[in-house]
């Protein structure tokens, strides 16, 4: 009874996911400057921003954490239904797309960068 009570409580606490996850906001993507027309300043000004994304993308994930755990422990119950699977394949896939969104946006900096270093040759 008391595991059942329990269950119930995490259930209801997971049931909730897309408002948990509201709670957790992810960052804006920075614009990048244009490497072949920056100058030295701007490129590390967009330095700056991917290094304060990165940071924010990691808090972001920081705080989706628990309630991915939390959804992993009420979608392993003994019927967790639908909506506890559906919830907790949110999350993860909110958590993945911050990090394919950190990785896209590093490469993408790298491109520019590639470009300011061939339009600046020391």
Known sequence: MINAIKLALVGLAVTSAASMAEDCTAPETP???????????QMLEGQAAVKAYQASNTAYRS???PKISAAEVAASGDSPGPELTEALQKLNEEYNASVSAEEELAGQFNTELKKYKAANPD
């Open 31 to 41: 614009g990048l400057p244009d490497g072949a027309s920056s100058n030295l300043e």
């Open 63 to 65: 705080c989706l954490e």
